[in-house]
């Protein structure tokens, strides 16, 4: 069984687009994150959620809106999409007391 | 503001021993965590150091200096299969900050 999943796994789209990446974990971890990964490798966190409330919103354009519905789900709307947008969005999940952080296997994106 | 530093790129033979090292600067600090990542692949676990000292994990070890901010990871007899990047992050309650990754070249 997949820990952590995300969908969709490439998103090709045009600028001033809006789109949504989805992300599940099954493992009953308490927070969950997104992280920005550019072209030169760094990778950056955007967003952390703990049982259902946004505890970091990190300095990321307001375009950007993370979803929880549940505890068990996070998703990413970005809205007016650039061109700088692309990049691979990866989705992690963590217990309270992390001794380890799990990663979904990625999205990515492409604005055109 | 957070400052992590690893080395961009080291190269290795295969059976030997490479100490990767990070440097960090943060206003919070509660553990020092280190990712593998191979190209094109999320990163996976490798370690979490919380004390000072080593930690030992098969042929990985990662060591923690909280009072020098100061951390590597030690790995031994390498494989073709550990070419990837390695990345460390300093966590400071539900916040993650990853340095930019030391990409790993292993030659036969």
């Known amino acids: 069984d997949t820990a952590v999943s995300q969908t969709p796994k490439y998103l090709v789209t045009q600028m001033g687009n809006d789109k949504s990446i989805k992300c599940e974990q099954n493992l009953g971890h308490d927070t969950m994150y997104w992280y920005k990964q550019d072209s030169k490798k760094f990778l950056k966190i955007m967003f952390s959620?703990?049982?259902?409330?946004?505890?970091i919103n990190e300095t990321v354009p307001n375009r950007f809106s993370p979803k929880s519905p549940d505890k068990a789900h996070l998703n990413l709307h970005i809205n007016s999409l650039e061109l700088g947008d692309s990049a691979v969005y990866f989705c992690?999940?963590?217990?309270?007391?992390?001794?380890?952080?799990?990663f979904g296997p990625g999205t990515r994106l492409t604005v055109l | 503001g957070q400052n992590i530093d690893q080395p961009t790129e080291m190269t290795a033979t295969e059976g030997a021993i490479v100490q990767i090292n990070c440097t960090y600067q943060?206003?919070?600090?509660?553990?020092l965590f280190w990712y593998q990542q191979h190209a094109g692949e999320a990163p996976t676990f490798l370690s979490y150091n919380v004390l000072d000292g080593l930690e030992e994990k098969g042929r990985f070890s990662s060591f923690l200096s909280r009072s020098k901010g100061y951390s590597y990871l030690l790995l031994k007899e390498l494989q073709m299969k550990d070419s990837a990047s390695y990345l460390c992050a300093a966590y400071n309650f539900n916040k993650f900050y990853f340095g930019s990754g030391t990409k790993l070249n292993v030659k036969p």
């Open positions: 943060t206003s919070g600090f509660n553990g």
């Open positions: 959620y703990n049982n259902k409330e946004l505890i």
């Open positions: 992690a999940s963590s217990s309270s007391e992390p001794d380890t952080q799990y």
